[in-house]
């Protein structure tokens, strides 16, 4: 169970986390790509809430585990106690900060879901991270961190903020291919097969 887990959260984390940091570094391209000019006021609650998918990567596999185990009842309580705080912090931090609250209020409700399904998974099966998925996650946070900080609540100039940028893509870039191949028996045979060449 547990390999299966951090294998999960590998997959996940490796393919999205790098995909956030390219999204936060352009978010008004993307923004002005997809919508009018008018959704350019969302640019950051959109920025403040990545953390919001990057965290479900880890929780969702966690808490999958809950109805493998059959325990239908546990999951559902959680998701219950889930839904009723993010509804709440939502409409607190909405209110508060408008919708820059609404962006930091998914990204404190994807902490609580990730601290609490993995606490409770770790005492009712003994769930437990491994240190290599732990510590690629914290990597990738870093860079996803780096990236939201200089690109949105710094706001250094261009030139600053698309270098910082670029190398918190490169990095997070960097970890995930490193951990394909590292991980992946497909990714090995494939160089193999070059270098042999």
């Known amino acids: 169970?547990?390999?299966?887990i951090n294998?999960?959260?590998d997959a996940c984390?490796?393919?999205?986390?790098?995909l956030l940091t390219v999204l936060v570094v352009f978010m008004p391209f993307v923004l002005r790509l997809l919508y009018e000019e008018e959704f350019l006021v969302v640019t950051g609650m959109a920025t403040l809430s990545v953390f919001y998918p990057f965290l479900r990567c880890m929780s969702l596999p966690?808490?999958?585990?809950?109805?493998?185990?059959?325990h239908s009842i546990a999951y559902l309580v959680l998701e219950v106690i889930y839904d009723i705080l993010i509804g709440l912090l939502i409409w607190?931090?909405?209110?508060?900060f408008g919708l820059i609250g609404a962006g930091i209020a998914l990204s404190v409700g994807a902490i609580y879901d990730t601290v609490v399904y993995s606490l409770f998974?770790?005492?009712?099966?003994g769930f437990t991270f491994k240190r290599s998925t732990l510590l690629f996650c914290i990597g990738q946070l870093i860079c996803l961190l780096t990236a939201v900080e200089y690109c949105f609540l710094v706001s250094p100039s261009n030139e600053q903020k698309y270098t910082i940028g670029a190398i918190a893509i490169a990095v997070s870039s960097s970890l995930s291919l490193y951990?394909?191949?590292h991980r992946s028996d497909f990714a090995k045979r494939t160089i193999r097969k070059f270098t042999k060449r």
């Open 7 to 9: 294998q999960q959260i």
């Open 179 to 181: 951990q394909l191949l």
């Open 13 to 18: 984390t490796l393919i999205l986390a790098p």
């Open 92 to 96: 607190w931090c909405y209110n508060a």
């Open 62 to 70: 966690i808490g999958y585990s809950i109805l493998a185990k059959g």
């Open 1 to 4: 169970m547990n390999d299966t």
């Open 121 to 125: 998974c770790h005492f009712r099966y």
